[in-house]
């Protein structure tokens, strides 16, 4: 296994969910845009890293504003 498999595995299994929401969004596969996101920084230097976790924080803050309430009950 090479480390850019290493690498793969280590952010799928550690990540924010950034890549399969932005993938489900977008109707393509997840694996598409990690490996967008890692040939991003690695030709950036870091500037994809950076992004990904804006994106990262900003959904986080998204989530916390914007719950979904079941019922009109919950207010």
């Not at 950034?18 to 920084?41: E, S």
Request: proline content about 0%; charged content about 20%.
């Amino acid at each position: 296994m090479n480390i850019f498999y290493k690498a793969l595995l280590y952010f799928q299994k550690r990540g924010y969910y950034v890549c399969q929401r932005i993938a489900d969004r977008l109707g393509i596969r997840a694996k598409v845009v990690r490996t967008t996101f890692m040939y991003l920084t690695f030709v950036t230097v870091g500037f994809g890293f950076a992004v990904y976790l804006f994106i990262a924080f900003w959904m986080r803050i998204k989530d916390l504003l914007y719950t979904k309430r079941s019922s009109v009950f919950d207010l």
